[in-house]
């Protein structure tokens, strides 16, 4: 991937600090986000395996019940 932007730094102000922490990034992008969406896409693909059990479950369900009251074809 190729970046075609320039960074800047513009210093406006002097902040005397004993033990500074630098934070990259802008909120959203970073590697948080990376890691939310990586398990919000394995989770709804666990949610529609559940709903897909779900229904299969069902299904044999009402077949079984249609046996027991003589209404399977």
Same mark, same amino acid.
């Given at each position: 991937?190729?970046?075609?932007?320039?960074?800047?730094?513009?210093?406006?102000?002097?902040?005397?600090?004993?033990?500074?922490?630098?934070?990259?990034?802008?909120?959203?992008?970073?590697?948080? @986000? +990376?890691?939310?969406?990586? &398990?919000?896409?394995?989770? !709804?693909?666990? %949610?529609? #395996?559940?709903?897909?059990?779900?229904?299969? @479950? +069902?299904?044999?369900?009402? &077949?079984?019940?249609?046996? !027991?009251?003589? %209404?399977? #074809?």
């Amino acid at each position: 991937m190729e970046n075609d932007t320039e960074a800047t730094f513009e210093q406006h102000e002097t902040i005397d600090v004993d033990a500074p922490t630098l934070i990259e990034g802008l909120p959203g992008h970073g590697l948080v @986000a +990376s890691i939310t969406e990586e &398990q919000a896409g394995e989770i !709804r693909q666990q %949610m529609q #395996q559940i709903a897909e059990q779900y229904q299969q @479950a +069902s299904e044999k369900q009402r &077949q079984q019940e249609d046996v !027991r009251t003589g %209404m399977y #074809q």
